[in-house]
């Protein structure tokens, strides 16, 4: 095989890269059992982000599939947090995120801690993770993100809304009362991601009748009418992956929606 700092990682053929996967994670549970630090930096701060990928997914299988390292995964996880290094952070952050679609609470102070990161690529990272974790381990992952819904950084406010959507789009009944919360938000930042997450949710089987239904309870109109105008239209730009037509869903919301704007 290749060095892996040899060609980048997509360049490499399939079989290569799969075992560049297998010899990350070998080195990575190597550097644990040894309580060192050498591949477990190299690999977090590598320019090549699916290096970094494969580091955090491997860091995540480790924690599941040995649980005498767990303590150290989540002791170097933990020093690692506060290196100057925003690539390592980032990785830092996703590998919690892997840990915490079986064990929130353990990595809970992770995504309390970049949700204020510096650097964008960290707060970044805290939004993917909460969308992942929050479709696994939907419970205390949503009751986490609640806590920051009104937080007085509107960009706080902002990565919640957009954190929660994967959960949405396969149970919109459990986020759609917290993404109510975000409609008369003073950001039009916050209501953009918030119009967003609501087209998101909207095309995927099932949930158009529950995000109307929803939508009726709503105070802010001229919020419902932008969320519908891109309901409507994320149907057609996800023509190939929505449940419905656009004329489907746009007929639908014209019988159900009624009288309520």
Same mark, same amino acid.
Not at 38 to 57: G, Q, V
Not at 225 to 233: L, Q, S
């Given at each position: 095989?290749?060095? +892996?700092?040899?060609?980048?990682? #997509? %360049? ?9 996967? %297998? ?9 644990? *059992?040894?309580?060192?630090? @050498? #591949?477990?930096?190299? +690999? ?5 982000? +699916? ?11 480790? +924690? /599941? !599939? ?12 933990? @020093? &690692?947090?506060?290196? $100057?290094? !925003? ?6 952050? @996703? =590998?919690?995120? *892997? ?5 929130? !609470? ?41 806590? #920051? ?22 149970? $919109? ?9 975000? *409609? ?13 997450? &609501?087209?998101?949710? =909207? #095309? %995927? %089987?099932?949930? /158009? $009748? ?9 105070? @802010?109109?001229? /919020? ?23 004329? !489907? ?13």
């Amino acid at each position: 095989m290749p060095n +892996y700092l040899s060609l980048p990682f #997509y %360049k490499l053929p399939k079989p290569d890269r799969d075992q560049l996967v %297998k010899k990350i994670q070998s080195d990575i549970q190597s550097d644990l *059992e040894k309580f060192q630090l @050498n #591949y477990i930096t190299k +690999y977090f701060s590598d320019d090549d982000t +699916y290096i970094r990928k494969a580091a955090y997914l491997g860091t995540g299988k480790i +924690y /599941l !599939e040995k649980t005498n390292l767990r303590d150290k995964i989540i002791s170097v996880l933990q @020093n &690692l947090l506060h290196s $100057p290094d !925003e690539k390592i952070r980032q990785t830092v952050v @996703n =590998a919690a995120g *892997e840990i915490g679609k079986k064990d929130f !609470e353990i990595v809970q102070s992770f995504f309390d801690s970049g949700l204020f990161d510096d650097h964008h690529i960290v707060r970044n990272a805290v939004i993917g993770s909460v969308k992942k974790m929050g479709e696994k381990n939907p419970v205390p992952v949503l009751k986490w993100a609640k806590k #920051y819904l009104h937080h007085p950084d509107k960009e706080i406010r902002r990565e919640i809304c957009h954190g929660i959507e994967l959960r949405g789009r396969t149970h $919109p009944a459990d986020i759609l009362d917290m993404l109510k919360e975000l *409609e008369n938000d003073t950001t039009s930042r916050v209501r953009n991601t918030l119009v967003h997450v &609501l087209g998101q949710i =909207a #095309y %995927k %089987k099932d949930c /158009l $009748p529950l995000v109307i239904v929803h939508l009726k309870t709503w105070e @802010n109109k001229t /919020l419902v009418i932008k969320a519908i105008v891109e309901i409507i239209d994320v149907h057609y730009r996800y023509r190939n992956f929505s449940y419905l037509t656009q004329d !489907e869903a746009r007929l639908f919301i014209e019988k159900n929606f009624g009288n309520h704007l």
